[in-house]
């Protein structure tokens, strides 16, 4: 996972995991890393990741989400 990097963070996991989804859609290839402990869910965060060359448009599109998810 050289050229992947972590582009959000967040402890709910199925915020992130919309995210995901979301770039995905864009054709925009995305993994998550989970973080979170199982023992103790409130500690440790989901990471998504994707492809360094990707790493603008997949914040341009997370921004318009979260922005979206707030109107909503």
């Known amino acids: 996972m050289d050229n992947w990097i972590k582009i959000y963070h967040d402890n709910n996991e199925y915020k992130v995991e919309l995210i995901k989804n979301e770039l995905l859609n864009h054709d925009i290839q995305a993994v998550i890393l989970n973080k979170v402990d199982h023992n ?8 998504l990741m994707v492809s360094v060359t990707e790493k603008d448009i997949a914040l341009t599109i997370i921004n318009d989400f979260i922005k979206n998810e707030e109107k909503n």
Do not use: A, D, N
């Not at 103790?40 to 990471?47: A, D, I, M, Q, T």
């Open 40 to 47: 103790y869910p409130v500690f440790g965060l989901s990471e």
